[in-house]
């Protein structure tokens, strides 16, 4: 094995430390942050996630809350159970779990979350400010995988990137990040013809399709970095979309499924609630301030 195993705990550790002290301060100051979760029917795909979430936050010093809908809810009710989170000021921040029931549609939910609340940087007035590289709120899965990518010793101008999958909560902001940092980016999706040539190309490559074994050693440049954002479960175990053993075989560095972007997400996720709060106590100061 050539690559270098980056360790994704580790790199989540640092990042929790810094998050808990924070949220200390805010407390002291009466602004507990506190988080809710929304799933909505089938609470599988996201249950895991749920899960690490409640752990991370209750030792980041977060409080959370997991609220679960039945399928049958309609689009207007959940509208309604936004509208009375983001009115109270004790709620902080707001994460939708994805995938919502067919006839929820994901972008009018997630409009409806207050852009001080949206931790997960998936409002549409979050995802437009990655455009314009303001990253107040930043999506935390793309953020999580960049920021890993740029704790090696690469140079981000002028590196040459390759997205495998395009979803607007992963594939999209991951490319609009490394544009950000200069580097030359090619994404690829399920109408790419031949994703190995693009992959072989680059320097650092982000898969997040959702396929276990779709990126293989043979598909990548020697030295190359990997990140595997996937997440799957494969006879009881979790896998990314990377097989593991060949692409350790050609890569650089890789991050290991599980141990690699998952609990980072979750990091940045509580690292987002801690400045979401921040910024309505700074809001709510100013609003005050204006009023007397
Ligand atoms: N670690 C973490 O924190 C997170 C992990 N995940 C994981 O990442 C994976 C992707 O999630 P998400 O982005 O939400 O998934 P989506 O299903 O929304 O998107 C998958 C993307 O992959 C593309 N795709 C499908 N088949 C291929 C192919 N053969 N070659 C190249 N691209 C392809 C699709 O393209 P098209 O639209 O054109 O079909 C689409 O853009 C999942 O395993 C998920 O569990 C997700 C969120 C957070
Ligand atoms: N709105 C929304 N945002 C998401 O980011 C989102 C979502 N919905 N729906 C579900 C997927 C999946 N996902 C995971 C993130 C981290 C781990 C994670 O922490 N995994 C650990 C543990 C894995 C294990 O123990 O098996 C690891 O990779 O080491 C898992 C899964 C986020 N998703």
New binding site residues.
Partial sequence: MNATIID?KSFAEQTLAQTRAEAQALSAAGWAPRLVSISVGDVA??E??VR?QQKRAEAAGVGFEARNYPASISLEQLQGVLAGLNADPRINGI????PLPAHIPVKALQKAVHPLKDV?GMHPASIGNIVYNDLELGP??AVAAVEILKSLPLQMEGLNVCVIGHSE?VGKPIAFLMMGLGATVTVCHHMTRQVAVHSRAADAVFVAVGKPGLVHGDMLKPGAALIDIG?NRVDGR?VGDADFDSCAEVAGWITP????V??V??SILMKNAVRATRLQMEHYQAAFAAAV
């Fill in positions: 994704g795909a996201a895991l996630y690490n994460i939708i779990q994805r997960e935390c899965t909560i997440i979790t499924v599980p141990g690699g998952g609990p997400t979750v």
